[in-house]
Structures are given as structure tokens and as C-alpha cells.
């Protein structure tokens, strides 16, 4: 889904898998309720969160700031096959999110940089200062407890868990999309359209442009069970038209239609969420028909010494099972999260089987510690391995060995106040024997520290 309005105080705190603090996308959070004096607690951030713009409280304005420095270090990329890399990604982002009435005005810059790098910078690297989100927003009641949302613009989408359409906020730079999405809304479900086309990152300042290669639509619909939202289900239909695919097969124009359910839960105990898709359409003049299915389930012993996190992450994802025949099995997984397994990771998720135990505990109330294994298989090994961006990262034409390797990571989060969030990880990926079978074979060392500050 969409993510609706939510009220901050239910947004969590410390989290290694996602944002440290507050939401991602930001104009999600819904802080309304400061214009009650008796709900404001005097944290110092609260003017800029509300600010008044009417008597009558049908016009305000909320303000905020994201500012976030993340070092990533790799020995031996690729398993050697590019020379060692090392950077720090800087990022500035300010938003103000100005209401009156049922309309809404968003508007978020970015301003954005590369230190230390020696290799070419990529578009996800730095695109200088630009517009990350602008978009128009009008919401109107449609029934009892019911209203449809209307939106048109540039803006940062993730839908469910984002294993198809979600922010790349790992990276320096967000993916966004433009165009415009209608959402309809009810206390225990949830109907998003949208059709939208990418935006296309450039080095340079204020270059951003709407992609002409790539468009995506759909449908994505949420149930809710219960009381509350922690559990329900989702069923969605994303298409999406690629003018220019790459796959180990070949090159060529795209369209792919995915069909998809998760179902998803919490009891503060235990969770799970499962998801399952499948695609079809047509690459290069021929058909596709791909599928996958992964996802997580976990239990947290919150009456434990340390309060131990236990989860079990695994994914099956289809690849092509023959490069000479030209109908495509590869999965294509869209627009997918920008840090799919563990913090750093070489592979992403086409042709893939992966298996991911870990365990987070916490030292302290503000500090989780996170232990994660993961091994990695080819589905088909037909097919090659993938980056999460899509690009081809070996051809599986080489060997028929369907291993590709180990990866352990060590992951460090510490809320040092609401605002500062300081995370590091440290982890290793040890080749299997389809990389030893395809060109070079070091051990992968790879390091990430970053501070976000964000109010």
C-alpha cells in the first residue's frame, strides 16, 4: 500500500531494516493533532512540525529535515573484478508540507554529494541538488469513515514491503516516481491506483527527468483483520514497460505483468510475512512467465535477558531455465527495496534462492545489535546473478553450479537521541562455486557506517 496517515507517536524507534526514526517518505506522518496544546510535550521540534497558519487550525504548515552521511567501503567488488572502493555518500533533504482544508501541498529538495570516490559516479551516487518529491494533493469524504485521496506529482511510493515498488532509500539518492495515484480509504481497507513513469537521476543540478524507458501501473488493495493494523493481506496487479530490458538472454523491450498477495502479521510476539507473485507479458517480441516467493516469520522474547529478535528470511525467485530459447523466466522485480537482503549485499533478487537466519538483541532500550548468515543459490542455472539495480553481474553460460556463495554481517543501530540515528555493519561475502567456476573468486569485504539526523 500507500502508506496512509499515520500519527507519530506510533512510529517506532531504532530499526536497521528500515528507517531509524519517523517514516521514509515523510509526507505519511500526520502531526495535526500538536494544534491541542494539552498533546504537546515541548520537545524542541514541535514548532517546526505545526505551525499555524489560520485561527480556525484549516491551514498549517509542517516543516522537517533529513541529513545523512553513510561511508561504504568494499574490498575486492564484484569478487575482484573491480579495484577496491571506497566513498562517503552525503545527502540534505528538507521538506515542508503545507495543508489548507482537504488540500495539500508537499515539497521536498535534495541536496546531494560524493566524497572520496575514484571510480565513475552513478546516478544513485549523487544527482547534485534537485526535486526529490513535489506533488498536489486533494482528499475528499466519499461515504462514512470513507474518503478518496487524490494525488498528482513527483513522489517517493512504496507498496507493501516493498519486494516490487519501493523508495531505494538505502542508497544516496531515492527512487521517485511522477505522476499521479488515487487512493481509496476506509478504517479496515485500502484501494491504491496509480500510474506513474520513474525519475531518471542525473549527476548534475536540476537535470532529473521523467524516464521515457520505463512506466508502471497498477492496483494494489490492503485488508485489514482485526483491531488496529497488524494483520491483514494484501492482493495487487503491477505492469510495467521496459523499452530497453537486459537479461543474460539478451536485450530488448519489455512488458511485464505481476500478480501478487502478501499476508502479513504482528503480535508483538511473533510476526511473519509472506508474499508470493507471479508475471507474465512478453520480452523481445516473445513470452515471459516468471514467478517468486519469499518472505520472513520471527519471534521476538521480549521477557529475555537482551530481549532476543529471532527470524528466518528465505526467497525463491524463478530465472531462465535456457538462454537459447526465447522465452524469458527471469523475474523481474521492478522497482525493488535499494538494500534487499543485508546493508551491503553484491546480488539482488532474479535467478535466486536465499536462505537468511538472524538474531538482533538489545544491549540497551536504544541499541540493537544484529547477527545475520546468508547462502545463496541460483534458481535456474540457465540464468546468471543479478544486482538489485537489474544489471547482469555473471552469466550463468560459464557453469552449470548452482551455488553462489555465503554472505555473514554484523550490524550496529544506536538512537543516540529521537533525532541522531548511528549505525555501522561490517560483514564478508564468501564465493561459492559458480563464482570460482566464472571469473574471479576473492572474498567480498564490505563496511558501512552512517549518522542520519532527522526531525
Do not use: C
Amino acid at each position: 500500500m500507500i502508506v496512509g496517515a499515520t500519527q507519530v507517536e506510533a512510529q517506532v524507534g531504532t530499526d536497521i531494516g528500515r528507517a531509524p526514526t519517523l517514516t521514509i517518505e515523510r509526507y505519511p506522518e500526520s502531526w495535526s493533532y500538536l494544534a491541542d496544546p494539552d498533546r504537546r510535550t515541548g520537545r524542541w521540534t514541535e514548532p517546526f512540525k505545526y505551525i499555524p497558519l489560520s485561527t480556525d487550525g484549516s491551514a498549517y504548515l509542517t516543516t522537517g529535515l533529513e541529513i545523512r552521511s553513510r561511508y561504504e567501503g568494499y574490498a575486492n567488488p564484484r569478487w575482484g573484478e573491480a579495484p577496491h572502493d571506497g566513498y562517503v555518500w552525503h545527502r540534505f533533504m528538507p521538506y515542508a508540507d503545507f495543508h489548507v482544508g482537504k488540500l495539500r501541498l508537499f515539497a521536498q529538495p535534495i541536496i546531494s554529494g560524493i566524497s572520496g570516490v575514484r571510480r565513475t559516479k552513478r546516478p544513485v551516487d549523487t544527482t547534485g541538488a534537485d526535486m526529490l518529491q513535489a506533488f498536489v494533493e486533494v482528499e475528499t469524504d466519499v461515504a462514512e469513515a470513507t474518503s478518496l485521496r487524490m494525488s498528482a506529482g513527483r513522489k517517493l511510493i512504496s507498496l507493501g514491503a516493498g519486494r516490487f515498488v519501493d523508495t531505494r532509500y538505502g542508497p544516496n539518492i531515492p527512487q521517485a516516481f511522477d505522476g499521479f495515484d488515487v487512493a481509496l480509504m476506509a478504517p479496515t481497507r485500502q484501494v491504491t491506483a496509480l500510474a506513474v513513469r520513474p525519475v531518471d537521476n542525473r549527476l548534475d543540478s536540476f537535470d532529473d527527468r521523467t524516464s521515457t524507458q520505463k512506466s508502471l501501473w497498477g492496483v494494489y488493495a490492503t485488508q485489514w483483520l482485526g483491531d488496529g493494523r497488524a494483520k491483514g493481506f494484501d492482493v495487487y496487479y503491477l505492469g510495467l514497460r521496459d523499452r530497453n530490458a537486459v537479461y543474460d538472454q539478451g536485450t530488448g523491450k519489455e512488458l511485464v505483468h505481476t500478480f501478487g498477495t502478501r499476508i502479513f502479521g504482528d503480535t508483538g510476539s511473533s510476526y511473519w510475512n509472506i508474499e508470493a507473485a507471479v508475471q507474465n507479458g512478453t520480452f523481445a517480441g516473445h513470452r515471459r512467465a516468471a514467478w517468486g516467493i519469499g518472505g520472513e516469520i520471527g519471534y521476538r522474547f521480549a521477557q529475555a535477558p537482551l530481549q532476543p529478535d529471532l527470524r528466518l528470511a528465505a526467497d525463491v525467485i524463478s530465472g531462465d531455465d535456457d538462454p537459447d530459447d526465447p522465452k524469458l523466466g527471469t523475474l523481474n522485480p521492478l522497482f525493488p527495496r535499494g538494500k534487499y537482503f543485508v546493508s551491503q549485499s553484491p546480488i539482488g533478487p532474479r535467478n535466486l534462492i536465499q536462505l537468511r537466519p538472524s538474531i538482533t538483541i538489545h544491549p540497551r532500550k536504544d541499541v540493537e545489535l544484529s547477527l545475520s548468515g546468508s547462502a545463496y543459490w541460483r534458481q535456474s542455472t540457465g540464468d546468471g546473478i543479478y544486482a538489485i539495480s537489474g544489471a547482469l553481474v555473471r552469466s550463468g553460460r560459464g557453469s552449470d553450479a548452482r551455488f553462489i556463495g555465503t554472505q555473514a554481517e554484523i550490524a550496529v543501530a544506536w538512537q543516540a537521541t529521537p533525532e541522531l540515528n548511528l549505525a555501522a555493519s561490517v560483514g564478508v561475502f564468501d564465493p561459492g562455486t559458480f563464482i570460482r567456476e566464472t571469473g574471479p573468486a576473492q572474498l567480498i569485504k564490505l563496511v558501512g557506517v552512517m549518522a542520519n539526523y532527522r526531525f
